[in-house]
């Protein structure tokens, strides 16, 4: 499903205009992205947690050469999906 798929089903079964769940969905995923890139966690009851997790620098091979190269550390987004997502999911 893509976020224009998301927004007619959500605005059938709210009964709400495209254009107003689209701009929600929007402000949405902007206001996830703002606190997750400086570090905070949002938090959804049920369906899971998106935070940043910083990644150590570590070892890594280039395929075409073989050569080992060094990632430099680095920060990383991570969702963690929550029980009641999870056990849709299992239950499917």
């Known amino acids: 499903m893509r976020k224009r798929e998301l927004v007619e089903v959500v605005a059938a079964r709210v009964g709400v205009d495209d254009a107003t769940v689209a ?23 049920g369906f899971g947690v998106f935070e940043s997790r910083d990644r150590r620098p570590r070892p890594a091979r280039n395929l075409q050469t073989g050569a080992t190269i060094r990632l430099p550390a680095t920060r990383v987004p991570f969702f963690r999906a929550g029980r009641v997502f999870k056990e849709a999911v299992r239950h499917r």
């Open 23 to 45: 701009a929600v969905v929007d402000a949405a995923l902007e206001t996830i992205v703002e606190e997750v890139a400086a570090g905070g966690e949002v938090r959804l009851h």
